[in-house]
């Protein structure tokens, strides 16, 4: 499928977009129709404390945007007019050549876009211009990401393809929706990338300040810009689990124009049966890229997890916990990011490993329901308790689909189940309303 599309005069069109959780699509220049992005596979992709609050944390663009991720690598030829300029008017791409900030640099964030599942949300020649303003950075790295994920996750299932919608929002922004279903081994799985801004809900506002954030507003406004990437993944297999990731930034802008930023996020497991080998590589590897910034991370951002992560009114933690982190504004902006780089790597080992160790394991019937109850707990916090799906939905021009894409294909409800005394049902339940150590 063409992710560029042509307009009647000829000039090529890609998506400019800005979810925490769709990009209106811009010219950026004349070009040959003939040329077109193609979704294809992407190409794979001293210690100091951090500090934090004490909180823990569109209309689609038509068929022009939306296609399927398929064998191969992707084709170079985006990457190739855009380095040769086809897709910058002469007068920007001279202006641009004359205001690169180093040798290279526009050389290698070209390489790097050629492996996105899209092309980016943001226009090229805003990125292209400032290569190491944060949110060029941030927004390469929750694509890179993005693509890293889908690349393994379809290896890992072995006959589904990724679905790749790029969507706009009217109030600014959009992004990239990433979502899989009914594959062999995930019945569904999403990776949104979204980079949205304007002004934020008094909703959100108010939310921001129950976490302690001094927001001034002018006439009631407050500009905001945000990105993130964000997934939950839904296997068939009772026997694998499901994991949730989200990495995201924020930028505020208050009515004195002072700036504010943080960082947040965090990767976590919810097994529908208890494999303490699962959550003991799980916790590992998370651990092993929270230290590379910091022995105190790890223990900090996991019991941030357990206490954020919990359905109150069931009296238990959603899984097995993982990080989590939000508000974090320091050191700096940069160790904070390379901080976050660090985390988003160890998604693909932390998760990988157990898909394939556990993707064809026998199940029962009994095993299945018992997954399918799990799941409708996973409903529950998400809809009821998650700070990220009440952002979104209380952002104007969200999009809903996006949004809901960590709800799971199916689920179930029953009255009154309690599962047997001693049972592997049992077992993990007891482990969600009391959490574990795992790698002491």
Not at 413 to 418: D, S, V
Request: aromatic share 8%; net charge neutral.
């Amino acid at each position: 499928m063409s992710l560029l599309r042509v307009s009647a005069s000829g000039a090529l069109f890609a998506p400019c977009c800005r979810s925490l959780c769709g990009g209106h699509w811009s010219a950026v220049a004349a070009a040959a129709p003939s040329a077109r992005w193609r979704a294809c596979t992407p190409v794979p992709v001293p210690h100091r404390s951090f500090s934090a609050a004490a909180g823990p944390g569109s209309s689609d663009s038509g068929d022009g945007g939306a296609g399927r991720l398929r064998g191969g690598r992707w084709l170079r030829a985006g990457a190739a007019l855009l380095a040769s300029g086809a897709l910058l008017g002469s007068g920007l791409r001279r202006a641009h050549l004359a205001r690169r900030e180093g040798p290279g640099e526009e050389e290698a964030l070209l390489d790097r876009l050629a492996g996105f599942m899209a092309p980016p949300v943001s226009p090229l020649s805003v990125l292209l211009a400032a290569p190491r303003d944060m949110k060029t950075r941030m927004e390469v790295l929750i694509l890179d990401t993005q693509a890293q994920v889908c690349r393994a996750l379809q290896e890992a299932d072995g006959g589904a393809e990724f679905i790749v919608h790029s969507w706009q929002r009217e109030e600014g922004g959009g992004g990239i929706s990433c979502v899989l279903q009914d594959g062999n081994v995930f019945e569904k799985a999403g990776v949104n990338v979204s980079v949205v801004h304007g002004h934020l809900s008094e909703e959100s506002i108010q939310q921001m300040k129950s976490r302690g954030k001094s927001l001034k507003t002018k006439d009631g406004k407050l500009p905001f810009c945000a990105m993130g990437v964000s997934s939950v993944i839904h296997p068939k297999n009772p026997h694998v689990p499901t994991i949730h990731f989200n990495y995201r930034y924020f930028e505020i802008e208050d009515a004195d124009g002072n700036k504010q930023w943080w960082f947040g996020g965090g990767t976590d497991l919810t097994p529908t049966y208890l494999n303490e080998e699962d959550a003991i590589h799980f916790h590992k590897t998370l651990k092993e890229a929270c230290d590379e910034h910091g022995p105190e991370l790890y223990p900090k951002f996991k019991k941030w997890c357990d206490e954020y992560f919990v359905i109150r009114h069931r009296g238990e933690r959603r899984g097995l916990g993982g990080i989590f982190f939000d508000d974090l504004d320091s050191p700096s902006k940069e160790e904070v990011f390379q901080f976050v780089q660090s985390c988003t790597k160890a998604i693909v080992p932390c998760y990988i490993p157990i898909v394939n160790k556990h993707r064809n394991d026998s199940f029962t019937p009994e095993e299945k329901l018992w997954q399918q109850l799990r799941r409708g707990r996973y409903v529950e916090f998400n809809l009821v308790y998650d700070r990220g799906t009440k952002f979104g939905l209380a952002t104007p021009g969200s999009r809903i689909e996006s949004i809901l894409m960590s709800l799971p294909l199916t689920a179930r409800w029953e009255y009154m189940h309690t599962p047997p005394k001693d049972s592997k049902e049992a077992e993990i339940l007891e482990v969600l309303r009391h959490p574990k150590d795992w790698v002491h």
